[in-house]
Protein backbone atom coordinates (compact mmCIF):
# COMPACT_ATOMS: atom_id res chain seq x y z
CA UNK A 1 0.00 0.00 0.00
CA UNK A 2 3.03 2.49 0.18
CA UNK A 3 2.55 4.13 -3.38
CA UNK A 4 5.84 5.67 -3.39
CA UNK A 5 7.42 2.01 -3.58
CA UNK A 6 4.70 0.51 -6.04
CA UNK A 7 5.44 2.80 -8.66
CA UNK A 8 9.07 1.34 -8.84
CA UNK A 9 7.77 -2.56 -8.79
CA UNK A 10 5.29 -2.30 -11.01
CA UNK A 11 4.71 -2.14 -14.66
CA UNK A 12 0.29 -2.03 -14.16
CA UNK A 13 -1.49 -0.74 -11.30
CA UNK A 14 -4.97 -0.85 -10.33
CA UNK A 15 -6.39 1.16 -7.74
CA UNK A 16 -9.45 -0.12 -5.33
CA UNK A 17 -12.04 1.27 -3.38
CA UNK A 18 -14.49 -0.65 -1.09
CA UNK A 19 -13.94 -4.29 -2.98
CA UNK A 20 -14.26 -2.29 -6.61
CA UNK A 21 -11.54 -1.63 -9.28
CA UNK A 22 -11.52 2.25 -9.34
CA UNK A 23 -8.77 2.63 -11.69
CA UNK A 24 -6.51 0.99 -13.61
CA UNK A 25 -3.48 1.25 -16.05
CA UNK A 26 0.12 1.37 -16.51
CA UNK A 27 2.47 3.18 -13.70
CA UNK A 28 2.95 6.19 -15.65
CA UNK A 29 -0.84 6.26 -16.22
CA UNK A 30 -1.73 6.25 -12.96
CA UNK A 31 0.64 8.33 -11.37
CA UNK A 32 1.24 11.13 -13.68
CA UNK A 33 -2.64 11.41 -15.45
CA UNK A 34 -4.84 9.81 -12.53
CA UNK A 35 -8.56 10.66 -13.45
CA UNK A 36 -10.86 9.08 -11.08
CA UNK A 37 -10.40 11.25 -7.94
CA UNK A 38 -10.06 8.50 -5.21
CA UNK A 39 -6.87 7.61 -7.51
CA UNK A 40 -6.21 11.70 -7.03
CA UNK A 41 -6.78 11.72 -3.02
CA UNK A 42 -4.42 8.73 -2.83
CA UNK A 43 -1.56 10.31 -4.46
CA UNK A 44 -2.04 13.40 -3.24
CA UNK A 45 -1.52 12.08 0.37
CA UNK A 46 1.97 10.79 -0.83
CA UNK A 47 4.90 12.38 1.35
CA UNK A 48 7.02 14.03 -1.16
CA UNK A 49 10.89 14.35 0.39
CA UNK A 50 11.50 17.78 -1.90
CA UNK A 51 10.51 21.08 -0.10
CA UNK A 52 9.99 23.05 -3.41
CA UNK A 53 7.98 20.68 -4.59
CA UNK A 54 5.74 19.89 -1.67
CA UNK A 55 5.26 23.74 -1.68
CA UNK A 56 2.97 23.78 -4.97
CA UNK A 57 1.36 20.83 -3.81
CA UNK A 58 -2.88 20.26 -3.80
CA UNK A 59 -3.47 17.90 -0.59
CA UNK A 60 -7.13 16.22 -1.39
CA UNK A 61 -8.68 15.84 1.94
CA UNK A 62 -11.39 13.92 2.19
CA UNK A 63 -14.67 14.30 4.37
CA UNK A 64 -16.97 12.06 5.61
CA UNK A 65 -16.69 8.36 7.15
CA UNK A 66 -15.74 5.18 4.74
CA UNK A 67 -18.98 3.46 4.56
CA UNK A 68 -19.03 -0.49 5.37
CA UNK A 69 -17.97 -2.71 2.71
CA UNK A 70 -20.68 -4.87 3.55
CA UNK A 71 -23.63 -2.72 2.72
CA UNK A 72 -21.87 -0.15 0.34
CA UNK A 73 -23.72 2.84 -1.37
CA UNK A 74 -25.52 1.96 -3.99
CA UNK A 75 -23.96 3.41 -7.31
CA UNK A 76 -20.82 4.71 -7.13
CA UNK A 77 -19.18 3.35 -4.07
CA UNK A 78 -16.64 6.23 -3.33
CA UNK A 79 -19.99 8.81 -4.03
CA UNK A 80 -20.52 9.71 -0.34
CA UNK A 81 -16.72 11.08 -0.25
CA UNK A 82 -16.22 12.52 -3.55
CA UNK A 83 -16.13 16.09 -4.41
CA UNK A 84 -17.85 15.39 -8.01
CA UNK A 85 -20.92 13.39 -7.24
CA UNK A 86 -23.92 13.86 -8.33
CA UNK A 87 -27.35 12.52 -8.76
CA UNK A 88 -26.55 9.64 -11.44
CA UNK A 89 -23.16 8.79 -9.20
CA UNK A 90 -25.96 7.44 -6.38
CA UNK A 91 -28.09 5.68 -9.31
CA UNK A 92 -25.72 4.00 -11.84
CA UNK A 93 -22.66 2.06 -10.77
CA UNK A 94 -19.99 3.73 -13.11
CA UNK A 95 -18.15 1.13 -15.39
CA UNK A 96 -14.36 0.69 -15.49
CA UNK A 97 -13.96 2.30 -19.08
CA UNK A 98 -11.76 4.84 -20.61
CA UNK A 99 -13.27 7.93 -20.32
CA UNK A 100 -15.32 9.07 -23.58
CA UNK A 101 -13.89 12.91 -23.66
CA UNK A 102 -9.71 10.25 -23.72
CA UNK A 103 -11.28 7.38 -26.35
CA UNK A 104 -9.42 7.51 -29.39
CA UNK A 105 -6.66 10.34 -28.19
CA UNK A 106 -3.13 8.71 -28.29
CA UNK A 107 -2.79 10.49 -24.20
CA UNK A 108 -1.79 8.61 -21.07
CA UNK A 109 -5.15 10.11 -19.70
CA UNK A 110 -6.66 7.59 -21.95
CA UNK A 111 -6.87 4.25 -19.62
CA UNK A 112 -9.44 3.05 -18.05
CA UNK A 113 -11.52 4.47 -14.65
CA UNK A 114 -15.17 3.11 -12.79
CA UNK A 115 -16.15 7.76 -12.41
CA UNK A 116 -18.92 9.36 -14.48
CA UNK A 117 -16.53 12.70 -14.49
CA UNK A 118 -13.48 10.81 -14.76
CA UNK A 119 -11.07 13.69 -15.77
CA UNK A 120 -6.99 14.25 -15.88
CA UNK A 121 -6.13 16.22 -12.78
CA UNK A 122 -2.10 16.75 -12.38
CA UNK A 123 -0.87 15.39 -8.88
CA UNK A 124 3.14 16.15 -8.36
CA UNK A 125 5.61 13.10 -8.94
CA UNK A 126 5.75 10.52 -6.42
Not at 13 to 41: F, R, W
Not at 93 to 116: I, M
Request: net charge negative; charged share 25%.
Amino acid sequence: HDLSIVRHISDRVGVMYLGKMAEIGTDNEIYDHPTHPYTQALLSAVPVPDPEAREGRERIILTGDVPSPANPPSGCRFRTRCWKAQDICSTEQPLLAVPERYKGQNTLAAHESACHFAEERAVLAV
